[in-house]
């Protein structure tokens, strides 16, 4: 599955995984309708499910927020990306797919674009992700992509959460 950078955008079969820039959050800062016409697509009803994730500015760095973009629909349908740059030899990934594209396969071909991307790097020895710890759609998408489970760890505001590990191959 590609996950190739061009001028910044990871590109996969389906989606453009787009960098968050500073226009974006200044439109994101006025209305859903003003960032629409920034990022040159719909926004899908439903989107951000977790505004605490969406940026309120943007650095110079490519391990921060990305908005997913459906290529054939031109519609904006997620985001993920980057709790930071390597650390260790490790970067985690975190995502949201709005409740009307999901079971479509999007979330893991979003997820796996932050992977291939991670790997790019060769500071990157792993991808580590955290979800809820229960059996859900996330485990499973992680799954898919090779993660294991490594960890039941209590966090602050979560609770109970597992956490995850792709290793390079």
Do not use: N
């Amino acid at each position: 599955m590609a996950g190739r950078r061009t001028t910044g955008v990871v590109r996969t079969p389906s989606l453009e995984l787009v960098p968050a820039m500073e226009e974006h959050c200044q439109a994101l800062a006025v209305s859903c309708d003003a960032f629409a016409h920034v990022i040159g697509a719909c926004v899908v009803e439903g989107w951000p499910m977790f505004p605490e994730s969406v940026p309120k500015e943007t650095g110079p760095t490519p391990w921060a927020t990305y908005f997913f973009v459906h290529t054939a629909d031109r519609v904006m349908l997620g985001s993920g990306g980057f709790k930071g740059p390597p650390t260790d030899g490790a970067v985690e990934i975190g995502y949201e797919i709005a409740p009307s594209y999901r079971r479509r396969g999007l979330g893991t071909e979003a997820a796996a674009g932050l992977v291939v991307f991670a790997f790019d790097d060769v500071r990157v020895r792993a991808v580590l992700a955290h979800t809820l710890a229960q059996p859900g759609p996330s485990p499973a998408l992680l799954r898919t992509l090779g993660f294991e489970r490594t960890q039941e760890l209590d966090d602050p505001e979560d609770g109970p959460v597992w956490q995850w590990r792709l290793q390079r191959p």
